[in-house]
């Protein structure tokens, strides 16, 4: 059983390009997240999703956008990548509901330079 | 806005009892859950309450007091492995989203 799998795991873009960081997930579950994580700063939701076809923006949303086309996957994309936006992303997913138990991918490094 | 404290650093000598405490401003939540990371590693789940007091897992117990804002995770017979960082969360009833504090790294003695 896979769980949540992200795709790249390491990535160094140039400042102005632009990527997508894919995360897929076989259980099932109704909603997935995208956080960030940088030193002191704990885990930071940038966009999450309750279902197929929805997304609906954290805390930390702005030079980022997401989609949820199929149930099982979570784009997050960059358009245009700032120094800003180095970060380590990780994708979750969980039941949704009062279950608040989220099952986590094992991260992308991203380094903008 | 909703937020979430957490002492940034706890230490405590292996074999010892340890307690991270976590302190909560927010509307509304399903519960609270606490998870453990290790370095270079990936957030897992360790517990949740939905009510309030204390569930028990293993060397891991959480509680929750509603009326207080306040939660704490309780490490008994600690083991060099439990070094980690340690991150309370809630999902918010309001709007599904689920907000971390900004952990707790834990550091063992021998």
């Known amino acids: 059983n896979a769980g949540v799998t992200q795709t790249p795991k390491f990535r160094v873009l140039k400042t102005g390009q632009s990527m997508t960081l894919l995360c897929a997930q076989d259980m099932n579950h109704e909603y997935m997240y995208w956080y960030r994580q940088d030193p002191g700063m704990g885990l930071r939701l940038i966009h999450y999703s309750v279902g197929e076809g929805t997304t609906a923006k954290g805390e930390v949303p702005d030079g980022y956008n997401v989609s949820r086309l199929k149930k099982q996957n979570f784009l997050l994309g960059l358009e245009s990548a700032a120094p800003s936006q180095t970060s380590v992303y990780f994708c979750?997913?969980?039941?949704?509901?009062?279950?608040?138990?989220?099952?986590f991918g094992q991260g992308t490094r991203l380094t903008v330079v | 806005g909703q937020s979430l404290e957490q002492p940034s650093e706890v230490t405590a000598v292996e074999g010892a009892i340890v307690q991270i405490n976590c302190t909560y401003q927010t509307s509304g939540f399903y519960g609270l859950s606490w998870y453990q990371q290790h370095d270079g590693g990936a957030p897992t789940f360790l517990s949740y309450n939905a009510l309030d007091g204390l569930e028990e897992t293993g060397r891991f117990s959480s509680f929750l007091s509603r009326s207080d804002s306040y939660g704490y995770l309780l490490l008994q017979e600690l083991q060099m492995k439990d070094s980690a960082s340690y991150f309370c969360?809630?999902?918010?009833?309001?709007?599904?989203?689920?907000?971390f504090g900004k952990g707790t790294r834990l550091h063992i003695l021998p």
């Open positions: 979750a997913s969980s039941p949704g509901g009062a279950n608040t138990e989220a099952f």
């Open positions: 969360a809630v999902e918010l009833n309001r709007d599904d989203k689920i907000i």
